[in-house]
Structures are given as structure tokens and as C-alpha cells.
């Protein structure tokens, strides 16, 4: 894989699509010049094995338990949400740049969360936070075949 060829996987959260910020927020990545190569509208569900509290994807094959808080939990099963893979160069910290701080009152304008959240546990998005993680996440979330291989029109105008 090249170095513009990382990919991220970023989910708009229930808070975000029952905000009518799907759009808003894919914008900021297609702007930015990544290119999305997977997405869908997907209801998380739960399933409990010893203490943790897992989330995943309906699909009954495949589960993950994600390192959040009773409330993240809570906050991720409330409504359908909008999974998606992004690529390109620096994918997954960059990813994260566009996304803001966790805490939104920490998060510059410009940002996703400095423009259109408030509270924490009602920041919008999730993105992943390592090229390691990012690969779990994107299996988990999809299968092989959903995640799509094209050159993007815009790459040669995009990368130098
Ligand atoms: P992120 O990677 O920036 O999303 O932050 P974390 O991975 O640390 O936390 C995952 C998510 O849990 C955050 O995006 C928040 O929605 C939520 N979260 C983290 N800390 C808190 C908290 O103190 N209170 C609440 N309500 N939610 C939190
Ligand atoms: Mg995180």
C-alpha cells in the first residue's frame, strides 16, 4: 500500500446523522482531497461477553470490543450511523485534525467538532487514532468487497 493509499475509518455518530450532518461532514473530507472508497448506514448493535460491552456492526459475523465509556456506548447504539473509509496520504492523523478535539469546546473553528458540536459525549464523530487501529476498525465495520479500489479523477491535481 502507498503512502497515499492509508486508509481511516470515520463514523458520523447517531448525534451527527439525526443532525443532518452527513453531508456537511463528508464534504470536509472530499474538500480536503481525500477519497472515500467505502460507506454505509448501519445501526450498531450489543452484544456482552465477560464485563465488556461490545459494539458491532448488525452483521452477526464479526464483533469488537471499542475502548469507550458506558456513555460512548450508549451514544453509538442510540441511531443509525454513517461508516465510512477515507484514503490518502496521512489518512488517519489527518483524519483526526479535521475531526477536532474530543472535548468540542476544546476543538478550533474549522474543525468538525469546533464548528458543529458542543458537548462531549455529543461530539459527532469518531475517526480512528492509529494506522493500526484504523485497520481494525475497517475490517470490523466492512468486508473486503465493500471497500473499494478506483483512481480518483482528482488524484494527479490532489498529489504532486
Ligand atoms: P476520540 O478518539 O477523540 O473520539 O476520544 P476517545 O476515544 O477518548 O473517546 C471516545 C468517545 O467517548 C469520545 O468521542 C466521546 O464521544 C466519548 N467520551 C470520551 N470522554 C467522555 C466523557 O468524559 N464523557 C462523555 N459523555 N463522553 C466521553
Ligand atoms: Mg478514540
Redesign the pocket.
Known amino acids: 500500500m502507498s503512502a497515499n493509499e492509508e486508509q481511516t475509518f470515520i463514523a458520523i455518530?447517531p448525534d451527527g446523522v439525526q443532525r443532518g450532518l452527513i453531508g456537511p461532514i463528508i464534504s470536509r473530507f472530499e474538500n480536503r482531497g481525500f477519497k472515500l472508497v467505502a460507506m454505509k448506514l448501519t445501526s450498531p448493535a450489543r452484544s456482552t461477553s465477560r464485563s465488556t460491552t461490545l459494539i458491532s456492526p448488525p452483521s452477526p459475523s464479526s464483533r469488537v470490543s471499542?475502548?469507550?465509556?458506558t456513555?460512548?456506548t450508549e451514544?453509538m447504539l442510540s441511531g443509525p450511523i454513517c461508516a465510512m473509509v477515507w484514503e490518502g496520504k496521512d489518512a488517519v492523523k489527518t483524519g483526526?485534525v479535521l475531526?477536532g478535539?474530543?472535548?468540542p469546546l476544546a476543538s478550533a473553528p474549522g474543525t468538525i467538532r469546533g464548528d458543529y458540536a458542543i458537548?462531549?459525549?455529543?461530539?459527532v464523530?469518531?475517526?480512528s487514532?492509529s494506522v493500526e487501529n484504523a485497520k481494525k476498525e475497517i475490517a470490523l465495520w466492512f468486508g473486503a468487497s465493500e471497500v473499494l479500489k478506483y483512481t480518483s479523477a482528482q488524484a494527479a491535481w490532489v498529489y504532486e
Open positions: 455518530k471499542l475502548p469507550q465509556s456513555n460512548t451514544d483526526r475531526l478535539a474530543t472535548n458537548d462531549v459525549g455529543r461530539n464523530c469518531h475517526g487514532d
